[in-house]
């Protein structure tokens, strides 16, 4: 299955003004619609717990995976987790995304594949601005690949991801005003 092949669809019927977005449901619900359409014979379900897959919830970033499609055997499974931040909150939002990745190399390491992470952003402040050497903008910013140990940035910093692969974030035009990237896990 080609799962990011599907999605560069979804997303030109997007730029094109096909389809409308406007916050993270309205994507989740859409790209179900359009799965839906162009997989007959798989099941697409939203906000699916892991439990439906024999897996526990300990040690695992979330519990529900936002985005899933899966064969009825259960032997062919792959996740796409969504973000569309309209808030601020960058430093926040941004280890918020490093949370679904490594959620998504959680869900690879036990049998799913082809896993998809996707961010839409209408707000410069994620792709532009100052990143200092030592902080989380520098990965979404600053062209550092995004690697290893995150630290939460506000707040308690108690809390760390430990991400087992490298991405590279490369926002892509989508219009005018949207920006968006797709990291694959």
Known sequence: ???????????????????????????????????????????????????????????????????????TALQDKHAIELKYPTNGQYPEQMFSFCKDIRFLEQLAENGFHENLFIVF??????????????????????????????TKPTGKKSHEIELRRNYTVKWENMNEKLKYWIAEI
């Open 121 to 150: 952003a209408d707000d410069a402040n994620f792709w532009t601005g100052k990143s200092a050497e030592d902080s989380i903008y520098r990965f979404f910013r600053g062209g550092i690949e995004l690697q290893g140990t995150i």
């Open 1 to 71: 299955m080609f799962i990011k092949d599907l999605l560069s669809e979804f997303i030109s019927k997007i730029s094109s003004g096909e389809l409308e977005i406007y916050n993270e449901a309205s994507i989740q619900y859409e790209l179900a619609i359009f799965l839906r359409q162009r997989l007959p014979n798989y099941k697409v379900q939203l906000e699916r717990s892991i439990r439906y897959f024999g897996l526990k919830k300990q040690g695992f970033e979330k519990r529900e995976i936002d985005i899933v499609i899966y064969d």
